[in-house]
């Protein structure tokens, strides 16, 4: 049987164009039907289902995946070495774009080169992307904290409205005139969203 190379293109989300990486397939030489792409997120493998079915179902020992970064194949070190460890006990080659020395076919025998070099810059390179996303979200959670502090953006639910007729409602509840039932429903609120209102008259 032939091997083969597959070619593997994915972006974050829907609004994400994938073509810059389908245009580097193509200058290799790639075959349409050769190229599986994917909209989703890097977190969960699990969710990747053109992923999933590539690694688990179409790819065969002496095959090759292409990508074009590390990042395509996980969102974090942990996980890229995973699937990269993957792929090494199932011999599959992986060629990533970005890392030329992937990309080089050794003469017979010279293999062991290839494998001790870039296992290096497999563990260099995944140690900045994990990096650079760390750094990501500690600028997101300081822009958080940045206009929670100057009160831009508020966070979390947003705080039930009174109705109209609340005051004289809630007047006649605490008066003992009306039952907590009777209020609910003339107020139209539920049990948990009234008690919570009932309980800002308290402050």
Not at 4 to 21: H, I, M, P, W
Not at 76 to 94: C, M, P, S
Not at 133 to 142: A, L, Y
Request: charge should be positive.
């Amino acid at each position: 049987m032939t091997n083969k190379t597959f070619y593997y293109a994915r972006v974050s989300s829907k609004g994400q164009n994938l073509d810059r990486q389908i245009e580097k397939f193509k200058e290799l030489g790639a075959d349409d039907r050769d190229i599986i792409t994917e909209k989703e997120s890097g977190k969960d493998t699990e969710n990747r289902s053109a992923y999933k079915a590539l690694r688990d179902q179409m790819l065969r020992s002496g095959d090759t995946l292409v990508v074009v970064s590390l990042d395509r194949l996980g969102r974090n070190k942990a996980q890229i070495k995973d699937e990269l460890q993957h792929y090494k006990e199932n011999n599959i080659r992986v060629k990533v774009l970005d890392i030329p020395t992937t990309l080089i076919d050794f003469p017979e025998g010279q293999e062991w080169v290839m494998e001790m070099v870039n296992n290096i810059l497999i563990e260099v390179l995944g140690s900045i992307a994990e990096q650079e996303r760390e750094t990501i979200r500690k600028r997101q959670r300081e822009g958080i904290e940045a206009a929670k502090k100057k009160g831009v953006v508020k966070f979390g639910r947003p705080q039930a409205e009174k109705p109209e007729n609340w005051k004289e409602v809630y007047k006649s509840w605490k008066k003992g005139e009306i039952t907590a039932v009777k209020a609910m429903e003339l107020t139209g609120l539920t049990k948990t969203t009234f008690y919570k209102l009932a309980k800002t008259e308290k402050r």
